[in-house]
């Protein structure tokens, strides 16, 4: 709060000094409290306990007031236990889930390798055998059927390539899932 100091001489008005902000502890000499976050049982004791002291005497509390705040208190303490209850479940449902994501990132990670492992054991053994793929049909092309001895495996961008050369010469790239049978 701001002032200033007015004087009047002969009808005008001057301005002398202003004063600066003012608090009420320069004032006063008091302090406001601290606000608190929530109402715990202590401050409400003692919010009780200074009603009760400074009631009229001959106008005393009425009794079902006085239970009714008591019933209010235990109803902010169950909330509050709650609240921490909750916030402690909410946490260990999360530490939970971080966990899970974390194990099955990890397994799935283990099984695409043993796959990657599998796949390359397994096209590398069909060299030198008769295998029969099933070349799916295309817009100019028929789904077809064809045997031949694998000769070669690739690894491309789109998986395991088997090299299959038929009875007639006819060179076919096949996917190794396409492969149906080893003979």
Do not use: C, H
């Amino acid at each position: 709060m701001r002032a200033a100091l007015i004087l009047r001489s002969k009808g005008k008005a001057t301005i002398m000094d202003t004063v600066g902000n003012v608090s009420s502890s320069q004032y006063w000499g008091t302090t406001s409290a601290e606000p608190k976050q929530q109402l715990d049982m202590a401050t409400f004791l003692n919010l009780l306990v200074t009603q009760l002291s400074n009631q009229n005497p001959l106008e005393p509390m009425n009794d079902s007031e006085f239970y009714a705040q008591i019933a209010q208190l235990g109803q902010v303490q169950g909330i509050n236990k709650i609240n921490e209850t909750l916030a402690t479940q909410s946490q260990a449902i999360t530490d939970l889930k971080t966990a899970l994501t974390d194990g099955v990132e990890q397994q799935l990670s283990g099984l695409g390798a043993i796959y990657n492992n599998l796949s390359v054991s397994q096209a590398a053994s069909m060299i030198g055998k008769q295998v029969t793929a099933t070349i799916p049909a295309t817009d100019s092309t028929p789904q077809q059927v064809i045997t031949g001895t694998a000769t070669r495996v690739n690894i491309t961008s789109e998986g395991y390539v088997v090299r299959i050369e038929g009875a007639d010469g006819a060179i076919n790239d096949v996917k190794l899932s396409t492969i149906s049978s080893i003979g």
